[in-house]
């Protein structure tokens, strides 16, 4: 099922400076060049160590005066022969001009030199004693090169003289690479011993893992990469991957190419505890990775087997845990439902869901802070227990976050452009009926939908002022001060900040999860984004108590006495039980709950948060008590068939009850 596989080797991340290397060139059938020089250059001699590796019926040597492949000289020594030639190849035909016996041991070194006089006389040198001297005049300037074919040579400190005894060109290849040469295939900067140059592994066979190398630079030690488009979003904007075989204690310079909002990646050792990078003059981020295996991340990874712990980690009395939505990939959508086990209903209701942007993980860290918080014994969070039923979706696009998939904007259809009568995605629709069948029995009050697009700062997503109503602006205000406050410090703060959501913002503004909430739950006190920072484990676990203090801050108190919750002695709040019958068509009948006589007004609303009818509004007594409603409005008139809420009205709190007019 987990299909995220790619294993990628990049060749030759040169090891220390100290490292002696050479350039091997390896050949079949067909003989393979690598040139490098200008046309016009005449130089006197070229020299090189060589040495035959491999291949007892081939050829090696150096190329002088090239034209191209099949115009040139070439000065070879060759293990089937067992004697060094001098060859003219003319329009491809070669030409012996002359031969020497010679035999050497593979893997034995020497110093072949390849020299002219400038008027016609080649001679090649062996160990610096002329072997063989010929005369040819067919060319008399080219560039210069190495050549194997049939066997396997490495080739070391080449030096060019011109005709004047000073260096040409030379090139030992201690830089790790051989820059400047123009290959045919077979040729590999290799480590002097014979044995391959160190060079990182790259690995992305694990969940959520990503990333396409693009270019591996070995004597800077400099690797670039970028995001593979995985999944059908257009935005490289996750990357996850394992780096190894490195050299530790040697500076890795790495480049981040063609991220989209990119900010501050994130290396761990050991895929658990992870350190931002440290902040580069450039784009180059460099760091002295002090063990040859590392992990890096677009930010802290939040996978599938992160949220199997958090329901390990939170199972008990307090936290229900099921499968909301199967994903279109066959993976479980989990919902996690945080309540006071105390059987009570009519309990205000939170919904945070995380992650509708797969790359986005540091949503899921926020919703796992929460749960964590939530379900612990601190007594604002029993507090919150008692009085609100929390549901949180720590990952919502489940398979993009295993394939390591960006799913912004992913075809057809963006998860958050997604909320609307039909949606496309398995998740966003059954995490809309699964809010609709909350709200149905449940108050539902706050819904919040938690992103990290790699914002600078921590803000929330709200309704423009001009569109709500001011009652609904001040709740608004009333909430982000108290999150201010509760999460205003600490390692990941929010300070206060939002932004308006509305039509300016995206041409499906209406489809956006905050938006769509607002307009189908007129019942909800607020619906609102919220963006983070990319941050460490410990600034969302802050931020997320923070949010948890602000929910019970925000949400009126139906409970007396928070130390008598500690002993897990529940005080309810006033509640309203499900009318019966629902769906109804002459009458339906509930029952008032209040933990004291209180003033009470009962008000039944439509579909569209408009008020119909005013059943109760008078001083009521502690316990139960009765009410009903005939399905006429205010007027008399009988109410149209459709979804009305009744809601009760205190002074402490509301509660809400849906029914079902049929006509
Ligand atoms: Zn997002």
Not at 53 to 73: E, F, K, P, R, T
Not at 313 to 340: C, F, K, Y
């Amino acid at each position: 099922m987990y299909s995220a596989c790619a294993l990628i080797t990049v060749f030759a991340l040169a090891g220390s400076g100290l490292t002696d290397y050479c350039y091997r060139g390896a050949a079949g059938d067909a003989e393979s060049f690598t040139i490098t020089g200008q046309p016009t250059w005449a130089p006197r001699s070229v020299e090189a160590r060589v040495r035959p590796v491999g291949g007892a019926a081939g050829s090696m040597g150096i190329v002088l005066h090239y034209q191209d492949s099949a115009n040139l000289y070439l000065f070879l020594y060759g293990t089937g022969s067992t004697a060094l030639r001098i060859y003219r190849k003319t329009a491809g035909t070669y030409t012996l001009l002359g031969s020497t016996p010679l035999v050497i041991p593979m893997g034995e070194a020497h110093t072949m030199r390849a020299a002219t006089d400038g008027s016609g006389l080649l001679g090649l040198y062996w160990d610096d004693v002329l072997r063989l001297s010929v005369s040819d005049t067919t060319f008399d300037a080219g560039r210069i090169g190495l050549r194997v074919w049939n066997m396997t040579a490495d080739f070391d400190d080449v030096l060019a003289l011109g005709a004047d005894g000073s260096p040409l060109f030379a090139d030992d290849f201690d830089d790790g690479n051989a820059g400047g040469w123009s290959a045919g295939s077979g040729w590999t900067v290799v480590a002097q011993s014979g044995s391959p140059m160190p060079q990182p592994v790259f690995d992305t066979s694990f969940e959520g893992g990503n990333v396409q190398v693009t270019l591996v630079d070995p004597p800077t030690w400099t690797v670039h990469v970028t995001p593979e488009l995985k999944g059908t979003s257009p935005y490289r904007a996750w990357f996850y991957f394992r780096m190894s075989n490195l050299s530790p204690a040697q500076p890795t310079n790495m480049v981040f190419q063609d991220v989209a909002f990119f900010t501050r990646p994130y290396y761990s050792y050991d895929n658990v505890n992870w350190t931002v990078f440290p902040a580069p003059p450039g784009n180059m981020y460099s760091v002295t990775f002090t063990q040859d295996l590392v992990w890096i991340a677009h930010s802290i990874p939040y996978t599938t087997s992160h949220e199997q712990q958090l329901i390990d980690d939170v199972q008990g009395p307090h936290v229900q845990t099921s499968v909301l939505a199967t994903s279109e990939g066959g993976r479980p959508v989990h919902r996690l439902t945080i309540t006071e086990p105390d059987g009570l209903t009519g309990k205000q209701g939170v919904w945070l869901v995380a992650r509708q942007h797969a790359w986005e993980a540091s949503g899921s860290w926020v919703a796992d802070g929460l749960a964590r918080w939530l379900a612990s014994s601190d007594p604002q969070a029993i507090s919150l227990r008692a009085k609100a039923v929390v549901n949180l979706v720590a990952i919502m696009d489940v398979d993009n976050v295993v394939l390591g998939g960006s799913g912004k904007d992913q075809a057809p259809i963006d998860f958050n452009r997604d909320w609307r009568a039909t949606p496309h995605w398995n998740a966003v629709r059954e995490t809309i009926s699964g809010i609709d069948a909350f709200a149905a029995t449940e108050s539902y009050d706050l819904f919040i939908d938690a992103h990290c697009p790699g914002s600078a700062s921590t803000f929330l997503y709200v309704q423009p002022e001009s569109m709500v109503s001011p009652q609904y602006w001040l709740r608004f205000e009333e909430f982000r001060q108290i999150l201010a406050s509760t999460a205003g410090s600490g390692p990941l703060p929010y300070n206060g900040q939002y932004s308006e959501l509305g039509p300016s913002y995206h041409p499906l503004w209406n489809q956006i999860s905050l938006w769509h909430q607002y307009v189908v739950h007129s019942e909800l006190e607020l619906s609102l984004g919220l963006e983070t920072q990319t941050s460490s484990r410990s600034g969302y676990q802050s931020l997320a108590e923070g949010i948890g203090r602000a929910f019970d801050d925000f949400l009126p108190d139906e409970t007396t006495d928070v130390e008598d919750l500690a002993g897990a002695v529940a005080v309810s709040g006033a509640a309203l039980m499900s009318p019966q019958p629902t769906p109804f068509r002459t009458a339906t009948a509930l029952d008032i709950v209040l933990p004291q006589s209180a003033m009470v007004r009962l008000t039944v609303h439509d579909a569209l948060g408009r008020q119909v009818r005013t059943l109760v509004e008078e001083i009521r007594p502690a316990g139960s008590s009765p009410a009903a409603w005939d399905g006429r409005n205010d007027s008399g008139f009988p109410a149209a068939g459709g979804v009305y809420f009744l809601r009760l009205h205190t002074a402490s709190r509301d509660a809400t009850a849906k029914v079902t007019l049929l006509r």
